[in-house]
């Protein structure tokens, strides 16, 4: 079941596979609580340098391109149909639903 393959003639068994339990209560706006006893939600962040492109002595500036990753434990989100040892990307809908923490980068262009 909703693993991409259709199991049955009618393929029902690949309808509704959403991957988060929605639930009236979760506040997208309201960040998540923190866990194992501390004060605030703790985000790791992964930052992978791609290239490094022109650098500006005079101007102070430094041109690059990055991925940045961002984790933490959304304790208020129940999961359904997970794919063990497999990635299991989200609908632009699921997305839409969750808290996703802002970040903002200050002095850029």
């Known amino acids: 079941r909703c693993d991409g393959k259709p199991d049955?003639?009618?393929k029902s068994?690949?309808?509704?596979?959403?991957l988060i339990e929605k639930d009236k209560s979760y506040q997208k706006f309201l960040t998540p609580p923190p866990v194992?006893?501390?004060d605030k939600?703790?985000?790791q962040i992964i930052v992978d340098i791609v290239s490094i492109g022109d650098i500006k002595e005079i101007e102070s500036t430094?041109?690059?391109?990055?991925?940045?990753?961002?984790?933490?434990?959304?304790?208020?989100?129940?999961?359904?149909?997970?794919m063990?040892?497999?990635?299991?990307p989200l609908t632009p809908e699921e997305i839409?639903?969750?808290w996703i923490p802002k970040l903002t980068f200050y002095n850029t262009e």
């Open 84 to 88: 063990a040892n497999s990635s299991n």
């Open 8 to 10: 049955c003639k009618d």
């Open 36 to 38: 194992d006893k501390k």
């Open 96 to 98: 839409d639903y969750l």
């Open 41 to 43: 939600l703790v985000i």
């Open 13 to 18: 068994d690949e309808l509704e596979c959403r």
């Open 62 to 82: 430094i041109d690059f391109q990055f991925t940045l990753k961002m984790n933490w434990l959304e304790s208020r989100l129940k999961f359904a149909n997970l």
